[in-house]
């Protein structure tokens, strides 16, 4: 049963330390997405990858959050230095897209999510 | 930027009634998701809709691009479908994502 694992779940630090939260896509998928999901704003996009390479990251805050894929099986978001506000669940998740088509009903599979919180 | 709108905020339901979920968007848009998210967080990718009508087991959804709106059908509703839908909207591309606030659904026994 092929699935996203996302680690740590859960995640709590203080204000101004490095929060590194990984996520392992389901093998064979080409695309890769971070979400951010808080009460006051809901669920939003904040990266996604096509083939390891960064396709848009226009919904993540330029100047303290980073998100790479070092590898196929990798994909990490880094908080440097982290601020209350940024606390919330961040999900990624994954899935197969080819020649910028979408096929089938679900598109994209979710990890449980990161729950973090800065203190 | 784009404003989804998404009704109503609060269902209930009986078991086995059907409902219809609505989204409203405000401008044009490549792409149209459905997801649910189960009460306990878990996020589900029911559809990917930009236009016409998909069916998945009692779920079903259609678009209907130039009247910008989209519907989800839940037929036969089970206390498994209890949650929040959202559906998701992209006006460029996967980029510019914007997600509706979302319909909270309870069905009872």
């Known amino acids: 049963d092929a699935r996203v694992t996302q680690t740590p779940r859960h995640k709590v630090t203080e204000m101004g330390q490095e929060v590194t939260m990984r996520c392992q896509p389901i093998?064979?998928?080409?695309?890769v997405f971070w979400y951010r999901q808080t009460m006051m704003q809901g669920l939003e996009l904040l990266a996604y990858?096509?083939?390891?390479?960064?396709?848009?990251d226009s919904g993540m805050p330029k100047d303290r959050f980073s998100a790479e894929m070092p590898d196929a099986t990798l994909a990490t978001l880094k908080i440097q230095p982290s601020e209350p506000r940024d606390s919330a669940v961040y999900f990624c998740?994954?899935?197969?897209?080819?020649?910028?088509?979408?096929?089938?009903?679900?598109?994209?599979?979710f990890g449980p999510g990161t729950r973090l919180t800065v203190l | 930027g784009i404003q989804v709108e998404q009704s109503p905020p609060d269902l209930i339901l009986q078991e086995g009634a059907n409902s219809t979920l609505r989204c409203n968007f405000s401008?044009?848009?490549?792409?149209l998701q459905w997801f649910h998210q189960n009460p306990w967080g878990q996020l589900i990718n029911l559809f990917y809709?930009?236009?016409g009508t998909k069916q998945n087991g009692r779920l079903s959804a259609t678009t209907v691009a130039t009247e910008r709106y989209s519907l989800l059908y839940i037929s036969s509703s089970q206390t498994t479908d209890s949650g929040v839908y959202f559906c998701?909207?992209?006006?460029?591309?996967?980029?510019?994502?914007?997600f509706g606030t979302g319909t909270k659904l309870q069905v009872i026994p």
């Open positions: 998740a994954s899935g197969l897209i080819l020649d910028g088509l979408i096929t089938g009903t679900d598109t994209q599979y």
């Open positions: 093998l064979g998928h080409n695309t």
């Open positions: 990858f096509r083939n390891r390479a960064p396709l848009d």
């Open positions: 401008d044009s848009v490549n792409n």
């Open positions: 809709i930009p236009s």
């Open positions: 998701a909207v992209d006006s460029g591309g996967y980029q510019k994502v914007t």
